[in-house]
């Protein structure tokens, strides 16, 4: 059994077909991964009955134990800055957590595939793993992206972490179509335009 790559489960064999293709895993691995990215994506819908709804949401989960270290939203808009993506928001209160830089040993989980400044941190952090929901693609329906995949960040670097996604990809992509986020992007200065 292995994963589509729409993020539904498949009783084909062999690598999948597309733009980004990624390596299958059996099928307990895969299993763990649905459990903790329904997880995200709960935590993350949460934030749609707030004043400030995100889609972006991130997990960052020990990678052999399992133990949640801690969850993430975006807070550009909150916090002013940028920068403050779910997955560098994670990054940074995970080593701070922790009170090291590296997050070796770990694996995050994020609602969308990581741009190239949030899987650069990934990288810089020594991440075991990145799973992602929704893709870049997805994410530039509503809001402007840096169209390089994740996947192609990673071999371009000379540090290790696999990429693997998507993962629940209709279900994380169903954050950027609720009814308060397509409202809420009229907002975004990144958001899509006519």
Known sequence: MLISIMGVISTASGRRAGKSEHVCRAVPALAVDLERMTALAAFTA???RTRYPRPFGALIVHSTTGKTLLSALNAVRQECD?????EVRAIRLATRRLKQISLAGYTLY??????????SAA???????????????????HCSQIHIPA????????????????????ECYALFTHPRMTKAFQLWPTRKRG
Do not use: Q
């Not at 990288?123 to 329906?141: K, M, Q, S």
């Open 46 to 48: 949460r934030s749609m």
């Open 82 to 86: 940028p920068s403050a993506h779910a």
């Open 110 to 119: 994020t609602t969308c595939e990581p741009c190239p400044m949030c899987m």
């Open 123 to 141: 990288l810089w952090a020594a991440l075991d793993r990145v799973v992602y929901g929704a893709t870049i693609e997805d994410a530039n329906r």
């Open 151 to 170: 996947v192609e960040v990673a071999a371009r670097s000379d540090m290790t972490c696999a990429v693997e996604g998507p993962v629940l990809r209709d």
